[in-house]
């Protein structure tokens, strides 16, 4: 039991964090979740809750914590993620990828454990190159409504660079694309719980705009591989983790209205402030230095999706 490592994860009751504490003690790791349910759910790690490998501490990150002990790896995940949320809870937003990024910056310097920050596609704003490299820089507006996540974590690749330069510790970046699965937030506002939902419902699929604006999904399990295959390497990034296949909107919305076999009719919004137009990763360098690419096929995670949805509708 003492060999085993110990990684502390953020945010851990959300979404994609809640899958990386899985996939961690199924590798034999012990793990520490810290999560303040601002935005995560304890749902995502009630089956975790009797691990003797998993320990919880209900905890802002935002505000100096101490771990007793051993800690080999901290995954900083903790931040609201969709518009709904960061747009509910800006300030907080703004604070956990501040204050909390320095925060646990510091306890991964003082426990001399590696430390990895989930940053996102959202740092490439409405991007003028396509597809996004991790040498583009971004087209994002400093001031906009969006700009609480965006520049929120842009500050965080920041400093996580800055402590990596200065304190020479080691640190991994990885930039998540639009990413799906089980345990997704029913009511987030993001595109695939919008539409598996509306369907599901028989309510209008709501498309934003035209509908051509484009994005590339990736399923929940091919994302965390990917995440895990960079904290276990010696690359510090940023490196994109994230499916180049890319589908409009429009197109999107007919693929899952068809798995659900539903008949909802679909309906145009206007399109929301700074909403990208175009989101699809280059994958060149996690190919190259991870030997990581996606596998499952939109149709198939987008088939596990729904099953756990209509369980969880109510």
């Known amino acids: 039991m003492k060999s085993k490592k110990v990684s502390l994860v953020t945010g851990g009751a959300g979404f994609i964090p809640s899958h990386i504490c899985d996939q961690l003690i199924e590798r034999g790791h012990k793990v520490i979740c810290v999560d303040n349910f601002l935005t995560g759910k304890k749902a995502n790690i009630a089956h975790l809750l009797t691990n003797r490998d998993f320990t919880f501490i209900r905890q802002d990150v935002s505000a100096p914590f101490r771990v007793p002990g051993r800690v080999d790896y901290v995954l900083h995940c903790a931040s609201p993620a969709s518009p709904v949320d960061y747009l509910k809870h800006p300030l907080e ?11 646990m910056l510091e306890m991964a310097r003082q426990k ?14 409405d991007p003028l190159e396509h597809p996004q490299t991790e040498s583009y820089w971004g087209n994002v507006n400093p001031n906009g409504v969006r700009s609480v996540y965006d520049e929120a974590k842009r500050y965080a690749e920041a400093v996580t660079f800055a402590y990596h330069r200065v304190f020479r510790l080691p640190v991994r970046v990885v930039r998540i694309f639009n990413t799906y699965g089980p345990r997704m937030n029913l009511h987030d506002g993001r595109v695939v719980p919008n539409f598996i939902y509306q369907s599901l ?20 399990d091919d994302e965390v591989e990917g995440i895990l295959r960079l904290l ?7 490196v994109n983790i994230g499916n180049p296949r890319e589908f409009t909107i429009l197109e999107f919305a007919k693929i899952v209205r068809a798995l659900t076999g539903g008949h909802s009719r679909i309906v145009h919004r206007p399109l929301p402030q700074d909403d990208p137009k175009q989101r699809k ?5 996690a190919r190259k230095t991870l030997g990581w690419e996606p596998k499952i096929t939109l149709r198939v995670g987008l088939s596990k999706t729904i099953e756990w949805f209509k369980a969880n509708l109510e």
């Open 232 to 238: 276990f390497s010696d690359v510090p990034g940023p």
């Open 93 to 103: 937003t703004l604070r956990v990828g501040s204050y909390g990024t320095h925060n």
């Open 112 to 125: 001399k454990a590696v430390f990895l920050i989930t940053s996102t596609s959202e740092v490439y704003g």
């Open 201 to 220: 419902k028989g309510l209008p699929v709501t498309i934003y705009g035209d509908g051509k604006q484009t994005r590339s999904f990736c399923f929940v």
């Open 281 to 285: 990763p280059d994958i060149t360098l």
